[in-house]
């Protein structure tokens, strides 16, 4: 008899179920270690052709094209495209700042809603699915793995993470472009409260080793309003010193601020060639989804 | 700048209301944890410049907004000084009405300006009660409202000068009599020393009078020191009618003044050389160019005109002839000048007589000193004078000529009885009494004084008065040779009298009792016993300025002061009880000399004799003028058979004007505002400015509307909104 699924308060069944036509596909070929619906970097032997060869020795005369030799008095090779599986590296931010949420959910908690839909739908197409938690460094990895089994490991991951610390997303990046291997699918769950010019060396790095980068930007609406009706005493939750202010004289040089910095980081993700969304955590999670799964179908990888 | 509703002042505390909710929001902060740390940092160290400040912007435009409208509730008035004083229960005004008000500054005259500017002010400061003193008989009378001021024939102005500290003497008994609450004094005057008389001993019983005042008395003087220096002032200064046969001419003597701005206080002479771009030394020698001008006679209907050059402050035109007509024994005349800044000035007006015969009677029992007196008394200093003495027994006094008498020589025992009424009489319609000591003693008294003990012994005059009275110094200021007389013997004194010369040993030898009208003097000696007859210039003058003063009333034209005949009708009410003893004021308003009737007091004095002034005729003057305010008004009168010349004092013609100073000493200790009118300007001297607090308020609202408003930002539309997705 099989154990009783534990309810996660994090996963919808239903969403998840919804979200499951939705297909979760690459914008590049990825390297796999099984075959898989996502294009590869490697020729294969699908049924779909790829390209001409000239032979040379040591290829298997198996694949040698006799029609092409009859044509032209030359050997060619010919060669299909392989498709292969992925590997969904999640990093989430668990940095004090992430802890922040005036409505129902803090930023945190609806990573975590992602992050558990995202690995659902990537095993369950048997992609494999690994998990990192950032804060003041590497808090917590798991590798990716495609077996279901794995996916209850990492739920019970996800629904221990405690936010605390300061944000140590560079670094950590730089740290996991290196260890996870070429072509990757790497999803960063996080309020990218950091300099703007360290991630573009971060997001840089990670396309040089050829990973198809997605990045959720997740905002409370109360950091982007800043409405406030009386003077507050601001903690910050990474551990830093309060600020005492009145915010209505402040919200116009708060939000100019917010926006030099939200500008920057949006040409910092377009030039690195970020999959990048920014997302109110009022929203629905399972909408954001569905915007990066079509967008993603209408983007799939060639090879 | 004062209120009038300033008990709403109170609430100016209530300014730092905005303040106060401020520190109160302050403490009613909210904490939060926060994850944009970063931003927060970043908007506070931009916090800087107008940023910075605009929030105490705010706060300081909240705050004067509150105030702004306290102010504006609290009716404020523009004015000298800040006030929080509101209301006043009495105001007394006090309206200089010397003939220096009629000047005209930038073509206002200073009087209208005045008037003006006080109905303004007053109207807007409001009181319950108006009172104007009259400058002429200081006697104070409530007007309805201060627009009155224009109305009001009393406070029109006269050629009389005005007596400020008397005026203020009237304020402070209303004050004190009426018992009135918190009182306002408004004074317009153009600050003429002659007006003012600084020096006068009243000033400091004044000031301390005000000050003894239980309730607050303020003092507001509304100042108009301007001069025009180039006003020229007229004035006849001597005039004689000489007999040429059967017909005459007058001789006329007239002095022109200019009016120097020296005359003017430094301060203000500096800001008129300024206005003109001179120096000082320009000025000095401005007055000195010469500007010409005509002059206009008219005697009787009959007109002439002579030009004269004038140069400097002051001219002086000597005996000037003007003929007359055949016969013409008495009439009167006018000399003008064209019209310039002071019209006041530029008229004088004058009466002519042929002298009246100078009749003197000798009552003595020595037929030697009897013919000494006689001889004196009937020797004329002037061949166009007609001088007569007589000598008559004391017995034979009742059918004396009386009524023709200048001077009666006493050298009998003190009169008693009847002979006492009648030489009394005498005194009161202005007669001239000089009582020398009689050989026998009879102890009797006359008006408290009686003769002592003859004393033996060679004495000498060791002092005399010499600026006035029958002792005083010749027109060119020589003194008479007093000091040279030699006295063998004189007899004592006692009593109530005033020593016009006093003997080494400290006994009195000419002295005089003070009386109304006429003048009564006691000489201690005789010729026979002193020097008087070998040294006969002192006895001569003695005896013929007492005639002249005695023959005064004997004559058919007065010239007068104006305002100075007012006083005579109060005195004349006063001699009718007898009160000989009341101070007679005495001003030298300029006379004649020789040859016409003095301008002085003492004319007045004579004029006791005349009819009311009701009766008064006007023959030349001011037609507007009302018939109860001839007196004050320059001109010529007729009544009961007299003629009537009223000028001007000619302390209005020299004077200068007081110094900022001079005026702060007046009321020093008082609670004392001055404002400098300017006649030229047409705006109130005081006003309602709340209009302006309450646009100060609605704009200080609308700046801290703007300031305050949510400015839209460009940054904030471009943030998310909610399902946006890059």
């Known amino acids: ?303 | 700048m004062s209120f009038l509703q300033p008990a709403l002042l109170l609430g100016l505390p209530l300014m730092v209301l905005p303040i106060v909710i401020h520190l109160i929001n302050q403490r009613r902060y909210q904490t939060m944890p926060w994850g944009a740390m970063q931003f927060l940092l970043t908007a506070t160290r931009m916090s800087r410049g107008f940023a910075r400040i605009r929030q105490w912007l705010i706060l300081l435009l909240r705050t004067l907004v509150i105030g702004a409208l306290l102010l504006a509730v609290s009716r404020p008035l523009a004015s000298g000084r800040f006030s929080f004083a509101g209301r006043a229960d009495t105001t007394i005004i006090l309206l200089d009405r010397s003939p220096s008000m009629m000047q005209k500054v930038a073509g206002v005259l200073k009087w209208n300006a005045a008037a003006r500017q006080l109905a303004s002010a007053l109207q807007t400061v409001g009181s319950a009660r108006w009172i104007l003193v009259d400058s002429d008989s200081g006697i104070p009378r409530e007007i309805a409202s201060p627009d009155a001021l224009w109305e009001l024939p009393d406070a029109r102005p006269t050629s009389a000068a005005s007596n400020m500290p008397a005026m203020l003497q009237a304020a402070h008994d209303y004050i004190e009599t009426n018992q009135t609450g918190r009182t306002e004094i408004w004074i317009a005057s153009d600050l003429r020393a002659n007006d003012w008389r600084a020096e006068s001993g009243l000033w400091r019983e004044l000031r301390n009078g005000f000050m003894e005042f239980a309730q607050s008395v303020r003092i507001h003087l509304l100042a108009y020191p301007q001069v025009v220096p180039e006003n020229i002032a007229v004035r006849v200064a001597k005039l004689q009618r000489i007999s040429t046969g059967n017909s005459g001419e007058l001789s006329i003597s007239l002095d022109f003044t200019r009016e120097d701005i020296l005359s003017a206080p430094i301060a203000h002479a500096e800001k008129v050389a300024r206005d003109r771009g001179e120096d000082g030394a320009q000025d000095e020698g401005r007055t000195d160019r010469p500007i010409t001008f005509p002059v206009q006679f008219e005697v009787d209907g009959a007109r002439s005109e002579l030009t004269v050059e004038m140069s400097g402050s002051h001219y002086a035109l000597k005996d000037h002839r003007i003929a007359l007509a055949q016969h013409q024994r008495s009439g009167w005349g006018r000399v003008s000048i064209p019209t310039d800044a002071n019209r006041a000035d530029n008229d004088f007006y004058f009466v002519f007589d042929t002298p009246a015969p100078r009749h003197t009677l000798v009552v003595s029992d020595d037929a030697q000193n009897a013919n000494m007196l006689k001889l004196a008394a009937s020797i004329s200093p002037d061949s166009a004078i007609r001088c007569q003495a007589e000598v008559v027994p004391a017995g034979q006094l009742a059918t004396a000529a009386w009524g023709e008498t200048a001077l009666l020589l006493w050298q009998v025992p003190l009169p008693v009885g009847a002979t006492a009424t009648l030489v009394h009489s005498f005194v009161e319609r202005g007669g001239q009494v000089l009582f020398l000591p009689p050989h026998e003693q009879a102890g009797d008294e006359w008006l408290g004084v009686r003769w002592g003990t003859w004393i033996d012994g060679r004495r000498a005059v060791t002092a005399w008065r010499g600026d006035e009275g029958l002792l005083a110094n010749t027109e060119s200021g020589a003194a008479l040779p007093v000091g040279k007389l030699a006295v063998h013997k004189y007899c004592t004194l006692s009593g109530e009298l005033t020593p016009l010369a006093t003997l080494d040993g400290g006994d009195p030898l000419l002295a005089r009792i003070t009386t109304d009208h006429g003048g009564v003097y006691f000489l201690a000696t005789t010729p026979a016993h002193s020097s008087l007859a070998s040294q006969g210039v002192m006895w001569y003058v003695v005896i013929q300025r007492a005639l002249a003063k005695g023959a005064i009333r004997l004559a058919a034209t007065h010239n007068l002061v104006a305002g100075e005949s007012s006083r005579w009708t109060t005195q004349s009410s006063k001699s009718q009880s007898h009160n000989l003893k009341s101070p007679s004021p005495v001003n030298g308003g300029g006379g004649f000399g020789v040859g016409s009737k003095s301008v002085s007091a003492e004319t007045t004095e004579s004029l006791a004799r005349t009819p009311s002034r009701i009766e008064w005729h006007q023959l030349a003057g001011d037609q507007e003028t009302i018939s109860t305010a001839y007196a004050e008004h320059q001109g010529v009168y007729e009544t009961g058979g007299n003629l009537l010349a009223v000028n001007r004092p000619i302390a209005e013609d020299y004077a200068r004007v007081l110094t900022d100073t001079q005026i702060r000493e007046l009321f020093v200790g008082l609670d004392f505002v001055r404002i400098d009118g300017s006649p030229g300007n047409d705006r109130g001297m005081i006003e309602e400015i709340w209009r302006m607090f309450l646009a100060m308020m609605v704009v200080a609202m609308l700046i801290e509307a703007v300031l305050c408003m949510p400015r839209r930002s460009v940054t904030r539309s471009l943030v998310l909104s909610k399902g946006a997705v890059s």
């Not at chain 1, 534990?6 to 919808?12: A, I, L, Q, Y």
């Not at chain 1, 551990?239 to 939200?262: C, Q």
């Not at chain 1, 009022?282 to 079509?294: C, I, K, N, S, W």
């Open chain 1, 1 to 303: 008899m099989l154990p009783t699924p534990k309810p996660r308060s994090f996963v919808d069944p239903q969403v998840l179920a919804r979200l499951s036509g939705l297909p979760l596909f690459a914008r590049r070929p990825m390297q796999g270690a099984v075959s898989g619906r996502h294009p590869s970097a490697q020729r294969g032997a699908s049924v779909e052709f790829a390209e001409y060869r000239k032979y040379v020795p040591g290829d298997d005369l198996r694949r040698l094209d006799w029609r092409a030799y009859g044509r032209s008095d030359r050997f060619y090779v010919k060669e299909f495209e392989a498709d292969t599986n992925l590997r969904c590296c999640l990093i989430v931010d668990t940095s004090g700042s992430m802890g922040f949420g005036s409505g129902a959910v803090n930023k945190v908690q609806y990573a975590r809603q992602l992050a558990a839909a995202l690995s659902y739908l990537a095993v369950q197409q048997g992609d494999a699915v690994g998990l990192s938690c950032v804060a003041e460094g590497l808090v917590q990895s798991i590798p990716p793995r495609r077996n279901p089994a794995h996916l209850r490991h990492l739920f019970d991951v996800l629904e221990n993470i405690q936010t605390q610390g300061e944000t140590s997303l560079v670094p950590v990046l730089h740290e996991l472009a290196e260890t996870l291997g070429q072509r990757a699918l790497v999803v960063i769950l996080s309020d990218f409260f950091v300099e703007t010019q360290l991630l573009r060396d971060c997001f840089e790095h990670l396309r040089f080793r050829k990973h198809d980068v997605t990045a959720f930007q997740l905002l409370d609406p109360l950091e982007l309003d800043f409405q406030f009706q009386r003077p507050m005493r601001f903690l910050d939750l990474e551990g830093g010193s309060s600020i005492f202010a009145e915010p209505t004289e402040i919200v116009d040089r708060y939000h100019r601020a917010l926006h030099e910095h939200l500008q920057t980081l949006r040409h910092v993700m377009v030039n690195t060639a970020v999959d990048y969304h920014q997302v109110r955590i009022d929203e629905d999670y399972e909408q954001v989804l569905v915007r990066l799964l079509v967008g993603r179908t209408q983007r799939r990888g060639r090879r």
